[in-house]
């Protein structure tokens, strides 16, 4: 089994900065492509940014510029550093992975969510 945990989150002024951090754990091999994705109310979940094993990044339009996403693979972490965060960016952030528990096998596995609120 993979366990992804996320912390971090909590209320933040618009304009302020919050860092998510998720950490796999579990029966591991390798972990590979490590996402954030959100969901607010009454929308549908959707892809903040991602970050493959080699480093390589790819961000939603309405964050680049703002958010950063990073991994420390020895730790089988992931961050999200948010700034500038606007009332719009208030949603439940999930962390995804994909996670290869041996050669032949690979799955892919959602954290709890984090709440993250911004707002005065």
């Known amino acids: 089994q993979v366990q992804l945990v996320e912390s971090g989150g909590g209320l933040v002024q618009p304009g302020g900065s919050l860092r998510l951090s998720c950490a796999a754990s579990?029966?591991?091999?390798?972990?590979?492509?490590m996402a954030w994705y959100r969901q607010a109310p009454g929308k549908q979940r959707e892809l903040v940014a991602r970050?493959?094993?080699?480093?390589?990044?790819d961000y939603a339009d309405s964050v680049k510029g703002r958010f950063t996403i990073s991994r420390e693979n020895a730790k089988k972490m992931v961050y999200l550093q948010m700034n500038s965060l606007k009332p719009e960016d208030t949603a439940v952030y999930y962390c995804?992975?994909?996670?290869?528990?041996?050669?032949?096998?690979?799955?892919?596995?959602w954290g709890q969510g984090t709440q993250v609120t911004v707002s005065s």
């Open positions: 995804n992975a994909d996670v290869s528990t041996d050669w032949w096998h690979q799955g892919n596995y």
């Open positions: 579990g029966t591991i091999f390798r972990v590979n492509t």
């Open positions: 970050i493959t094993s080699a480093g390589s990044t």
